[in-house]
């Protein structure tokens, strides 16, 4: 029995080869978008699950008001953690853990590279699961001066990885240069995981960051401070221990204080960490955590292949009942010979899970094939091996019965009742009307739309931000970060004077960003961006100034009391007549007034998703910065960054050298849309092809099972344009109904997309009206080449072979 | 072994019935070779399909083998179909897809008959009928002669006790016709095999041994 059912089955599957290629393609398509989303997904749910003390460790998080906002952070100060252990026995190890943000340069011999440091307590190793290859994990952070480094960093110095003992340095580190002793190495650890959200390239005592920065203060939130509870404790219980151990502790300088906001502490599973963002929406850059997602992109990728697949599945469906026509015949013979209705139904799911089978196994080489791709896209490092993984195995195998469920339950079922007197006897016509097949297709061709609609959109909105006019010009200027603790001024002036005079190279500005910070103004106190510059500054961006004057150097007092703001600052400020006005920055500028020497006509410092906020400028060449922004000739930028690189060796020996195009640095502030805007068009391009396919495979079998009559139309005089235009009208009237529904769905999901952008081009109605006039043209294309075809044929022969 | 008793067959029409059958009482005996006969229209396939358990009747009581057919479940009728039907239909109505020995093949399939026996049992056929060259072929590859001579091969190849043939010999000439009719006649003297024919000839008629006649439905 089930040897005929495989014979039968193949013999099907070549006489219509063509549907079985067509249905095999799209749902391996299908299948291979759901498991690169699944495989996503795995992923994102694997962060940090490798700790062994999983489920009992825990970050402390800290709500706080800011500006009458709360806000929830995965931070604490440095003094909560060992407050809280000492007097609480249901932690049984905590960790302070500095940086994720925190980049410094480490030198060994003549070779430094700029590593992710990280400050943690030494019981690190105790609190999370980070295996040491050399070393002891126990006593590797307890003197001041010892390091671990992972294992690429040992090779990358050292080129092997048993180095204990090694020395390293850093030259302009602060706490580095107290100590006055180079560093140890005593440990090398393993490469933290991808799926790790706590990631660098070698560990510092916390002592070490204490050197230069020591902090008691009960009221900041910064770095991260993990605890190991005991399995036993209940996590509502310790929280309520911390909050009054906390405001007990901080009284004192709560009083000192009164403007600081009331701190309250929380809880954080590590595993929730990573896609748990609602919780702490704010990743403090210092808190240790990296690479935080949100649930939302897996989700959406889930989404979007879903959709792709079930394309698939209704072109599978499609088809198989448009050609159940032939197949009537058989099941009603099958009925009179003695076959139940289950055993038909057996026959046929069989069949298609054949086929169903065969699209697995490509969809599966497909997803080998494509995995350097989808880690570039999605910026993953999932290497084949991870594939299978019993969890991924029972996506496959669900994925295999919703498709067997989804794409041929339906016609088998449908195709088990026809009877025997129906099917023998001509008494139905199982070609042309399908209805659920029409809903089916409007709703795939509605996808198809959207999914271009979203694409042409993503692609204006990407080409407005790389053509809007940001109010300064990025071309050709280069930003060199000088890290460290240096003489900034002396770094600046021997790039001025060793590039004077060198045509490749214009203005040489010293800049640095301070963040935002409060600034007072009339009275008021408002949040205002701060970056130093100095005269050139203006110039080389060319920047206009609206009021006023940019820095001199004929005016001596510019240096420390002259500052340029923009219009908004001047705007927000409420200030009408701006130049010779004074501002008072925070602390970090010397409590002291600055006096408004000009107004700089407003530019995008952020992103275009953020609106342009108030800004304050004082001078670099008092304050400082760490930033060389350099303006470079035209086609000369090869010789320019090889004699950038050779002067900075020059004036900073053993520092990293690291340049950056600013047209590079905006751009990678839209990192996430360009990859989604990446995902879908190629999301697209696959629904086109689906949808075509489908198209062509479903007009195709329509033509075929109309032979007869076209045959007889032709003679009867209907010219092939006649016949193509017949069969069209359904496919026509469908894809409409597909545009209308898309453009509406379109218009609600693009409007929400672009309100993320603070600017944004417009949705004009051309947007929907040629999305929708690209898939009816290829539909049209596609059904009336072969009408024509069909058209074409001989009449004759097409009747007398009926 | 068949028993109809006033068994009628109504499809709806505008508020009212448009009656196919009337009142059928119809009695066949094991062995007996019975013709249907009637102009087009009389409702002699329909008589044919609701013996054969293909259609229900809308009113009336038919006992097949002593069972009262209707109140069978499907599965129960399915059941009567692998082990004691066979139907030769006027268009051979073989499987295209599968050759000459699969389509004999097939109802023993579905009644579970081994391997072997399969084997030895198409076998038997296929020399009975001279195919045995054939049994690889397909049914397109067949005259209509020969399709027709599989498809009475498959109607007997389980072994059952009727079999119902809708104008078996309607597409064929006349030659091929008379093959096929001396073939009931065999399977009937010698297999004592009942057979219930619909036909349109007197000389296909004379082969059997009793003609039931309808007219519009109704028994003439």
Known sequence: ??????????????????????????????????????????????????????????????????????????????????AFQARMPEITHYARVMGGDIYGDVRHGHNAFKLQLLFVDSSFFKVFTFPLLHGDGRTALQNVNSVVITRRTALKFFNRTDVVGELLHMDADPSAMRIGKPLVVTGIAEDPPANSSVQFDILFPFEFMKVSFDDTSWLNAYLGTFVVLRPNADPGQVVRKFNRIAAAL?????????????????????????????????????????????????????????????????????IHIASSMKRAKEVGIRKATGSSKGAIIVQFLGESAILVGIAMVLAIMLVILLMPAFNQLSQKQIALTQLWSPNLMGWLVFIFVTNIACAALYPAWLISRLTPVETLYSKIRLAGRNPAGNVLMVFQFAMAVLLGIASVVFYRQMHFIRSKNLGYNPDQIVKIAIQGVRDVQQVHHRFQNELAGDPAFGAISLAGEFGNRDVVVKGQKLLANVRTVDADYLPMLEMKLTQGRNFSRAFASDKTFGVLVNEAFVKKAGISDPVGKTLMPDDYFGKQSFTILGVVGDFHFNSLKERIGPMIMPMSTHYGGGELWVKIAQNREHYAISKLESTFRKALPGAVFEYTFLHDANASAYATELRWQQIVTIATIVAVIICGLGLFGLSHLAIAQRRRETGIRVVLGATGYDIAIGFSRNFVRIIFTAILIASIAGHYLMHSWLAHFAYHTGLPWWVYAGSGAMALILALLTVFTQALRAAMADPVTVLRSE | MIQLEKISKYYPAGFGKTYVLRHIDLNIKEGEFISIMGPSGSGKSTLLHILGLLEEPSEGEYLFLDEPVQKLSEKKRTELHRHHIGFVFQAYHLIDELTVYENIETPLLYKGTSSSERKSRVAELLDRFNMVAKKDLFPHQLSGGQQQLVGVARAIVHNPKVIFADEPTGNLHSEQAIEIMELFQKLNQEDKVTIVQVTHSELNAGYGNRIVRLKDGWLA
């Open chain 1, 1 to 82: 029995m089930f040897k005929t059912f495989l014979k039968i089955a193949a013999r099907q599957l070549w006489q219509g080869r063509l549907y079985a290629v067509i249905n095999v393609t799209g749902l391996a398509v299908g299948t291979a978008c759901m498991l690169f989303a699944a495989i996503y997904l795995t992923d994102e749910r694997s962060f940090d699950w490798f700790h062994d003390n999983n489920p009992n460790l825990y970050r402390i998080t800290s709500t706080y008001r800011e500006r009458g906002e709360l806000i929830a952070s995965g931070g604490t100060g440095q003094v909560q953690g060992p």
């Open chain 1, 250 to 318: 901080s009284q004192t300088q709560r009083k000192d204080h009164p403007e600081a906001s009331v701190i309250t502490y929380g809880l954080q599973g590590m595993t929730d960490i990573h896609l748990n963002t609602q919780a702490i929406p704010n990743q403090n850059g210092e808190s240790g955590i990296v690479n935080t997602s949100r649930p939302v992109y897996a989700y959406i990728f889930i989404g979007i292949a879903g959709f792709i697949l079930l394309m698939a599945s209704i072109n599978f469906v499609n």
